[in-house]
């Protein structure tokens, strides 16, 4: 039985020293995945800002290209109001018809497309 106890003894002894040097390598492990880890974010990081300096040059170039293509007009000195009225167009010597009245519009269809046959007509 003596000889029982110290095999029990000495099982014991190894397996106790098993789980510290696995957990030695546990340790290692998890400290060199937290080394990697911390490297692999580093590098994701520089890659990222090095993507937005890229992106800000490549827009900076854009809108540079858009304003001296004119594509993004110039802003005017003042607003443009516009036409409140027909009295502007009556101003300039627009005639300006009732809306809805057909008969006037045909007539003067009908006097325009006079105008151009009779003076095709009058030049051959």
């Known amino acids: 039985m003596a000889q029982l106890s110290q095999k029990l003894a000495e099982m014991h002894r190894r397996l106790a020293e ?5 957990q030695a390598l546990v340790r290692a492990l998890n400290a060199a995945l937290n080394h990697v880890d911390e490297k692999l974010l580093s590098e994701i990081r520089q890659v990222t800002a090095q993507h937005e300096v890229r992106r ?5 170039e854009l809108q540079g290209l858009a304003s001296r293509l004119c594509a993004f007009p110039a802003p005017s000195a003042e607003p443009v109001a516009a036409i409140a009225d027909q009295s502007y167009a009556n101003e300039q010597g627009r005639s300006t018809h009732a809306p809805g009245n057909w008969r006037i519009a045909a007539q003067n269809i009908e006097d325009d497309l006079d105008f151009f046959t009779d003076a095709a007509a009058s030049s051959h």
Do not use: S
Request: negative net charge; charged residues 20%.
């Open 56 to 60: 800000a040059v490549i827009m900076n």
């Open 18 to 22: 098993n789980a510290q040097e696995e």
